[in-house]
């Protein structure tokens, strides 16, 4: 029974729903990664990052990178620990207010609403009683 | 001339069909990113210019959300190493002797001492850049291998036409690879991160949203 819970922990389902999103977005994701010039020049713009002391795990690029950076380069096929580590990139540091600001144009918000939608397909998400 | 049969060959190359053949698959690339860019566009959802609206502060442009007030040095930086990478080639007199040599045809050319001011000053921002996200935790942090090859393509040219003009090193040795770097770059544009500088002109001129040229009511679609 250990066993397979470790599977389960190292394996991501992948329903034919989240092939369809990734699909639908996969343009869009490959334009975005490909111009950000890692400039980081949108982090000011996130008052998350502002509000914790310019920790760079806040800013919008990062954020951006990890979550569907980390999708993109690995074609959907993530483990389970990878979607619960990028729960708190798209949940916990970010909240959306799509304030960021990019210098290229690049809508840092939609790719991380897009990854939210893929780990929420996953099984992914936070609880309501889960304090943030 | 006592350069060896394969310098000779490849300074041949660069100097002729490679300057033609890089200039093409440039234009081409460019094409091909404007119509991709095109088709991730949708129909225009109906909006109302921000001046037609009742809300006085939809036309106020507040610098203290603009990169200019949250990183003033970087924004001076970033703009001029840009404006560099663009003027010093186009304007620069021996590439207008060049192609006047071969199309007849040139631009306008600063003088060698202008340009040679520009291209140490585009060298300066460029290890600046280096130097950011080598030091810098915020930078480092994102950065990767591939980061540092597009700095290296983006300033190698400019770095061995500065060493050439000045004869430092074998002059023919460094003017071969400064022209076999600037192809390597003009062929990189539409394929690389480089693609920014195609990306960047329709985001700000022509994509309707809040931080454009365009300054309209933004409509999110997300």
């Given amino acids: 029974m250990e066993n397979l819970n470790n599977v389960e922990q190292t394996i991501a389902v992948q329903s034919q729903d989240t092939c369809q999103l990734l699909n639908t977005f996969k343009d869009k994701m490959t334009l975005s990664l490909k111009v950000c010039a890692h400039c980081t020049l949108c982090a000011e713009s996130c008052f998350m990052f502002m509000k914790n002391n310019k920790d760079p795990h806040y800013m919008p690029s990062y954020k951006f990178i990890n979550s569907i950076g980390v999708i993109y380069k690995k074609k959907g096929n993530l483990k389970r620990n990878d979607l619960e580590k990028m729960k708190d990139i798209v949940w916990k540091h970010c909240v959306l207010c799509t304030r960021c600001y990019c210098p290229i144009g690049i809508d840092i918000p939609s790719m991380i609403s897009t990854a939210r939608s893929y780990c929420r397909a996953q099984g992914v998400y936070p609880e309501f009683d889960e304090i943030y | ?222």
């Fill in chain 2, 1 to 222: 001339m006592t350069e060896s049969p394969l310098i000779l060959l490849l300074y041949n190359l660069a100097r002729g069909p490679l300057v033609w053949i890089s200039g093409l698959i440039f234009i081409m690339g460019v094409i091909y990113q404007c119509v991709s860019m095109y088709k991730l566009t949708q129909k225009q959802i109906p909006f109302m210019k921000a001046s037609q609206l009742n809300d006085p502060d939809a036309l106020k442009f507040d610098i203290k959300q603009t990169v200019l007030y949250t990183h003033p040095v970087m924004t001076v930086v970033t703009s001029v190493f840009h404006m560099c990478l663009i003027i010093i080639p186009l304007f620069l007199l021996a590439h207008n002797i060049l192609l006047d040599q071969s199309i007849g045809f040139s631009l306008l050319s600063f003088s060698e001492n202008i340009s040679d001011f520009l291209t140490m000053i585009y060298c300066v921002c460029a290890f600046i850049f280096l130097f950011r996200r080598i030091f810098l935790k915020r930078v480092r942090i994102i950065s990767t291998f591939y980061d540092y090859v597009i700095w290296f393509l983006a300033s190698a040219p400019f770095i061995t036409g500065f060493l050439a003009y000045h004869q430092l090193f074998n002059y023919f040795w460094i003017v071969t690879l400064h022209m076999i770097l600037g192809e390597l770059m003009i062929i990189a544009i539409p394929f690389t991160k480089f693609a920014h500088m195609i990306y960047f002109i329709i985001f700000r001129f022509f994509v309707v949203n809040e931080y454009s040229l365009r300054r309209l009511q933004a409509t999110r679609t997300f």
